[in-house]
């Protein structure tokens, strides 16, 4: 994936407008440098992933990975597990992203059950799942349409499944919000990006990345019907959240 992977380099030069935030094909090229150096624990988020999947998955179970974007997810699980222990679907609703996950999954894992469609999370016609990853995806769903994506997966997951959300969060209290974004912008800046550049792209994401609080997020998966869930990961105003399906 590294060798064909560009730096992000997207907003580093002023536009007359900054159009709406897409994944397209300038995107994909550098993805893997853009959300490294964008979301603080990235790395450390699907580190944990392959070791969630082996404490709570069952043998053999499908694991669904929604915004998949270049199956990222789909190489930690496959460096952790055996062929035999999952198959895995990424779904995505950007061509350009699901032709390179695929060339990749293809050369990366030839071993594992490993498929990608192209598709939207809202109307996919889902088959039932041991394990659900939703890595900053919610997030780009319209607020409204993000209780049934949430309900829906519950209905998808088996007994005793698990989901594990993470999200761009915002605070509830305005201060904390602000501070916590500013060191965000700081954390940016410490990985080489420019005022131009932070402010182009935080114009860009505006009304198309729209954050939920963690206490919005709960509430959510509580009215799906999820027993429990736990924050087991923050940096910033980016966090991870697991939820359970009863057994
Ligand atoms: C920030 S990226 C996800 C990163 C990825 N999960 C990872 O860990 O590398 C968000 C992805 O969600 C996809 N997406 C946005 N809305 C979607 C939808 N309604 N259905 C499917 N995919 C969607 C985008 O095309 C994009 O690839
Ligand atoms: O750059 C930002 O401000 C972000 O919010 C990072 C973020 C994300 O959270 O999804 C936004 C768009 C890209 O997909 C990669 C990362």
């Not at 669904?64 to 035999?84: F, K, M, N």
């Not at 990424?90 to 996950?101: F, I, K, Q, T, W």
Request: with cysteine; net charge negative.
């Amino acid at each position: 994936m590294s060798d064909a992977s560009y730096r992000d380099a997207i907003f580093s030069t002023p536009l007359d407008r900054v159009a709406r935030f897409s994944f397209d094909e300038k995107v994909v090229a550098c993805f893997p440098d853009m959300i490294r150096r964008s979301v603080p624990g990235y790395g450390q988020i699907l580190g944990m992933l392959g070791l969630i999947a082996a404490r709570h998955l069952r043998h053999g179970a499908r694991v669904y990975d929604l915004g998949c974007s270049l199956g990222a997810s789909a190489l930690t699980l496959a460096g952790r597990l055996p062929p035999d222990a999952f198959r895995y679907t990424g779904v995505d609703l950007s061509p350009a992203m699901v032709a390179r996950a695929r060339e990749t999954l293809a050369a990366e894992c030839p071993d594992h059950v490993m498929e990608v469609l192209e598709g939207d999370i809202r109307t996919l016609d889902y088959a039932p799942a041991g394990m659900v990853v939703l890595n900053f995806t919610l997030q780009f769903l319209a607020p409204e349409d993000r209780d049934a994506v949430i309900e829906r997966l519950f209905q998808t997951l088996e007994p005793g499944g698990v989901l594990v959300l993470s999200e761009k969060v915002k605070a509830a209290d305005e201060q904390e919000n602000a501070w916590l974004v500013e060191r965000y912008h700081d954390f940016k800046r410490a990985n080489g990006y420019s005022e131009m550049e932070i402010s182009q792209k935080r114009t860009a994401l505006e009304n198309v990345l729209v954050p939920d609080t963690l206490a919005g997020h709960h509430e959510r998966l509580a009215r799906a019907g999820f027993s429990r869930a736990h924050t087991w990961f923050q940096f910033l105003n980016f966090a991870s959240l697991i939820a359970f399906k009863d057994a």
